[in-house]
C-alpha cells in the first residue's frame, strides 16, 4: 500500500483518512468503461483539491500558510531563512502522492 505522507495536518483530516479514500478510490480504478473512469478520475481530483485546501503547506519558520503574504516573521527575529523575509513553505497533504496512492498518475 502506497503511503499518502502530510507532515503538518492542522485541517479536518487526517493521515487515515487521506489512506481510506485512496483505497477506496483505487478499489474502483479497475473500469474498462470510459465514463466510468472519467467519472472515478473526477472523484479522484475533488478529493485531492478538497484535502489539499484543508492542509496546505506552512512555513518551516513561522507556521504561516502557503496564502500568507506578509514577510516572514521568523526572518525579522534573526530565525535562519533560506532567503530573508521570506517563508520557507513545507509539508501539508501531497497531491502527487495522493493521486499515486489512488492509482492515477501525476499528470491527471
Ligand atoms: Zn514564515
Known sequence: MTKVVA????????????EDVA???????????????????SL???????FAADNPPNC??????KEETALCFG???GAASKSPGKH???GGFDREQF???CGLDSEN
Open 7 to 18: 507532515l503538518i495536518s492542522s485541517g479536518r483530516y487526517r493521515q487515515e483518512q487521506y
Open 23 to 41: 483505497n477506496l478510490l483505487r478499489g474502483h480504478n479497475t473500469a474498462t468503461n470510459d465514463t466510468h473512469k472519467l467519472l472515478l478520475q
Open 44 to 50: 479522484t481530483l475533488d478529493f485531492a483539491d478538497l
Open 60 to 65: 518551516n519558520i513561522c507556521r504561516a500558510p
Open 75 to 77: 526572518a525579522v527575529l
Open 88 to 90: 520557507d513553505f513545507a
Open 99 to 101: 493521486l499515486a496512492a
